[in-house]
C-alpha cells in the first residue's frame, strides 16, 4: 500500500536537463513544486575526477543502478530479437546528463522546424525521405526564441551572435535564426589550432564562427570562468564552470523555498482518475512505495525513459499506456544515428596540433553545409551536417588513434613508435547531421526483457536510412577538404557505418502536434489525452537539427513550465 502525500501544485519528475530547467519558473511563479530525481546531488569537488579511465572508459558518472537496469534493448528490423546495448545515454543524479554533456549549446535553424513544407516548397514533395513521417512543428523558431534567450540567459551560455535581429555578423553564425540579443558572455578561448582551422574555412570561402557553450567564459552568475582543465567532456566540472543544472537553475529554485527535491526516488507509474486526468506518480524510496498527489505532472526524463513511463501508466482511460489512445507514443522516434553512423573524418598533421586538454566547445563551427543553407537539387537528400573541429585530447584517447595507413598492425614496437610520434598531430570533426523520424523507426515495452521490478525495458527498432548517410557522407567530403586546407597529410573516414543505434541524442517517441493522430502532445508539450500531464525532453522534438538538442529541449521546457503557469493561475 503507498503511503499518500501531501498534494503539491507540481511533480516533475526527473531534474536533468529538462525538468532541471522547468523547475525555476515554476518557483518564481510562486508555485509548489516537488522534484523526483532518481539519483542524488553529486559532490564537485569528491566525485568529479580528474581521470580519464574514470570518466571516459569505465562509465559516465552516475548515482545508482536504476540506469544499469533500465538499458532499452535494440533491433533493426520486426523480425529480430531485440539485444541490449553494453552503454546507455542517460544518467541519474540531480542535474542528469547536462552534468557529463559537452555542453555545446545551440539553438535550432528555423529551418528545423518546418522541414516538411519548406522542402516541398523549394523542392517538391517527392524530395522528401522516402517512410519518413516528418511533419511540420506545431511552433515556429520565433515562437522559441524568447525562451533560447532565457535559457541563454538563466543557464549561462558562451558564444558570439551572427545574427542580432536581422543584422547578420560574420564573426557569428550568419546562417542562425534572428535572435533578440548577444550572448551574456564571449565565446571560450581560442588557441593556434582552432585560429588556425578558422583560416583554413576563410581560404575555401566557409563562414566559420565559434561554437556556443553551457560553459562560463568569464565568472558569471558567482560561478568561475572555465579553466580549460579537460575532464569534463564525460563528467562534471569540479570548479562549477560548466552550466549544468545541478549548479544553475536548480538551486537557485530551491533558494524560493517552492522547489523541494527528493532524491533516490524511482518513479514507476504516473497516476490518473477516471476521467483520464493525471492525480500524481507513483514511486520508490528505500523499499517503501509513496503516492505524491499533484495537480499537474511534468514528465522530464531521458527519451527513452519518457516514453517508457507514459507505455507503462496504463489505466482504464488509458488502456494502451498514457497518451497512447491513438497509439501514437513511441512512433516517430529517432536519434542522431550520424554519431554511430562511421561517418566521422580523422586527420593527420605533419607538426604538432598541442590540443591537449581543452574543452570540447572551444572549436570553430562550419554551417554552410547544415540544414538547407546550400542548394540540394541535385543531391538527392535534404538537410545535412555542422562541422566542427576542436581541441581536446587525452592520453588514451590519443593512443586510441587510427593508423592512417602507415603501420600494418595496431600492437607491438612498431605501434608504439608510431603512437609516440603521431599521437598528438591528429585530431577528429564532430559531424552533427539532420535526422528524421521514419516508420521504420519506433519505440515499445520488450517483451521479454524486464527491469528487477518486472516492468519491461523499452526496446527500440530503427531500421537502415538513405538520407542521412548521404547527408552526412556529404558533409564529411566538406570537412576532408577543409582538414585538406588546414595542411592534414592523410585524411580517413566519411565513407559511412553501421547505422542506427541507441543514441546519446534520442529525439521523438511522444512528438508534440497539432494533430492527436500524429502525435502525442500539443505545441505546448501537455498530453492530448491527459492536459494536466506536461511532457518536456527531447522526446516530444519532431526533427534533430545539425547541432545538439539541448539547448531547444530546455528552451521548450521553459516555454512548457510558463504555459503550465498560466493553465494553473486560471484554474
Request: aromatic share 10%.
Amino acid at each position: 500500500m503507498a503511503i499518500n502525500l501531501p498534494e503539491t501544485d507540481v511533480v516533475v519528475v526527473g531534474l536533468g536537463a529538462a525538468g532541471g530547467v522547468a523547475v525555476l519558473p515554476l518557483a518564481w511563479a510562486g508555485l509548489k513544486v516537488i522534484g523526483l530525481e532518481a539519483g542524488t546531488w553529486m559532490n564537485p569537488g569528491q566525485d568529479y575526477k580528474p581521470d580519464e579511465i574514470h570518466n571516459n572508459v569505465r562509465s559516465l558518472v552516475t548515482t545508482g543502478n536504476k540506469v544499469a537496469n533500465e538499458v532499452p534493448t535494440f533491433r533493426t528490423a520486426p523480425d529480430q530479437v531485440a539485444r541490449q546495448q553494453p552503454r546507455h545515454p542517460m544518467m541519474n543524479a540531480v542535474g542528469g546528463t547536462s552534468i557529463h554533456y559537452h555542453a555545446q549549446s545551440w539553438r535550432l535553424n528555423p529551418w528545423d522546424f518546418k522541414v516538411k513544407s519548406a522542402t516541398i516548397e523549394r523542392y517538391g514533395a517527392a524530395f522528401l525521405p522516402e517512410g519518413s513521417t516528418v511533419e511540420d512543428w506545431p511552433l515556429r523558431y520565433e515562437d522559441l526564441e524568447p525562451f533560447y534567450d532565457h535559457i541563454e540567459y538563466e543557464v549561462g551560455v558562451s558564444g558570439k551572435a551572427g545574427n542580432i535581429q536581422g543584422k547578420l555578423d560574420s564573426s557569428g553564425n550568419i546562417f542562425e535564426g534572428a535572435r533578440k540579443r548577444e550572448y551574456p558572455m564571449p565565446p571560450l578561448r581560442s588557441c593556434d589550432f582552432v585560429d588556425h582551422m578558422t583560416q583554413a574555412a576563410r581560404s575555401l570561402g566557409y563562414h566559420p564562427y565559434r561554437g556556443p557553450a553551457a560553459i562560463n567564459s568569464q565568472p558569471y552568475q558567482g560561478r568561475p570562468g572555465c579553466a580549460f582543465h579537460g575532464w569534463c567532456d564525460r563528467g562534471g566540472c569540479h570548479i562549477r564552470a560548466k552550466s549544468s543544472t545541478d549548479v544553475t537553475t536548480i538551486p537557485r529554485a530551491v533558494a524560493t523555498g517552492n522547489l523541494k527535491v527528493v532524491d533516490n526516488a524511482n518513479v514507476r507509474r504516473i497516476e490518473t482518475d477516471n476521467t483520464g486526468k493525471a492525480t500524481g506518480v507513483t514511486y520508490l524510496r528505500d523499499g517503501k512505495e509513496y503516492f505524491q498527489p499533484a495537480r499537474a505532472v511534468l514528465l522530464g526524463t531521458y527519451a527513452y525513459e519518457n516514453i517508457r513511463l507514459l507505455l507503462l501508466s496504463q489505466s482504464t482511460f488509458h488502456p494502451n499506456g498514457l497518451g497512447n489512445n491513438r497509439g501514437q507514443v513511441g512512433k516517430h522516434h529517432f536519434g542522431h544515428w550520424d554519431i554511430q553512423a562511421g561517418v566521422a573524418v580523422s586527420a593527420l598533421f605533419p607538426f604538432d596540433l598541442n590540443i591537449w586538454y581543452g574543452a570540447i566547445a572551444q572549436g570553430v563551427m562550419v554551417d554552410d553545409w547544415a540544414d538547407d543553407n546550400f542548394d540540394h537539387k541535385s543531391l538527392g537528400f535534404i538537410g545535412g551536417s555542422s562541422l566542427h573541429a576542436y581541441t581536446e585530447k587525452h592520453p588514451i584517447g590519443a593512443a586510441s588513434m587510427g593508423s592512417f595507413g602507415k603501420v600494418q598492425k595496431r600492437w607491438g614496437s612498431e605501434w608504439k613508435r608510431f603512437i609516440a610520434e603521431n599521437a598528438g598531430r591528429w585530431t577528429t570533426a564532430y559531424i552533427q547531421t539532420n535526422t528524421f523520424p521514419y516508420n521504420n523507426n519506433w519505440a515499445d515495452l520488450d517483451p521479454n526483457v524486464r527491469d528487477p521490478f518486472g516492468d519491461p525495458v523499452l526496446r527500440i527498432t530503427a531500421g537502415p536510412k538513405v538520407n542521412e548517410p548521404k547527408a552526412a557522407s556529404y558533409a564529411a567530403g566538406k570537412m576532408i577538404e577543409w582538414f585538406r586546407a588546414a595542411g592534414a597529410t592523410d585524411v580517413t573516414g566519411g565513407q559511412g557505418g553501421t547505422g542506427p543505434a541507441l543514441s546519446t541524442h534520442a529525439h521523438g517517441g511522444t512528438r508534440m502536434g497539432l494533430d492527436p493522430n500524429t502525435s502525442v502532445t500539443n505545441a505546448f508539450g501537455f498530453v492530448h489525452d491527459c492536459p494536466n500531464l506536461g511532457v518536456i525532453g527531447g522526446s516530444v522534438m519532431g526533427t534533430a537539427g545539425a547541432r545538439n538538442p539541448t539547448q531547444t529541449i530546455q528552451a521548450l521546457a521553459w516555454r512548457t513550465a510558463e504555459q503550465l503557469i498560466r493553465t494553473l493561475r486560471r484554474a
